[in-house]
């Protein structure tokens, strides 16, 4: 794995590179109208489990390459967090007949992971920046869930905030470990088509749970 010496950090790129994709994240009306503190309970409490089985789909890969070199060198166990949605969705009482895994857009999600890991399990760590990256998001966004739905605890929100106060340390040391895995400009220009069409696949996601009736 060789790496020109001029090359931009592999994390400066993805950056850059995914901004307008990160732009066009935060315009989705989930977002927009989670924002805006009127986004319905329901639909609020119908993400938690698709979240959840994207994030059981991400995890349960870079598991199975846990032995990878390079996922080995960035991925940490405090990485796995899904089981922490339970407890969310446990406080919201979501009652649905639909499994998360019958969206179109959860099974999208794990093709996208299947094929990324079949073509170099390191483009996983492409998919991963996306779903880490926006724990930084979820984070200013819970205090809107809160506010809106009117908890004053912790509850219903965990997994909203899975590094506590950890995040920014976490999210730095992920930051330099992607720098500094020596990636060849192949498995670079992959990583960062992973991260593209994984935001992509999350707009189809906040899609297929909200699309308000005014849209
Ligand atoms: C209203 C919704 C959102 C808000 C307010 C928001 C806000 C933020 C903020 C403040 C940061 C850190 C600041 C920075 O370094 O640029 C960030 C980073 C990030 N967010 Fe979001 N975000 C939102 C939605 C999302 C969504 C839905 C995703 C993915 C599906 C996402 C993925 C990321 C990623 C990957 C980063 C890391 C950027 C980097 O430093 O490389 N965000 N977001």
New binding site residues.
Partial sequence: MTEAVNERPI?ER??TD?RSA?DD??D?FF??D??AGTLPREVFAASLRPLQAIRACIEKHLQTNADHPAIAACIRPYHHFAHLYDSDVEYFGVASDRSAEDLKSVQEFCRLVKDAEDADPVNLLGIF??????????S??RVKVQESYEIEGSEGTGAMVPHGRDLMPR?REF?ECMNNLGLSAKQREAILAS?SN??RV??NL?REIYQPAES
């Fill in positions: 994390m993805l950056k995914t990160h994240a935060e989705q977002m927009r989670l924002m920046y996306v779903l880490e990256g926006s724990n930084m998001g979820a200013m966004l999210w930051v991260a994984t935001f999350m707009g906040y």
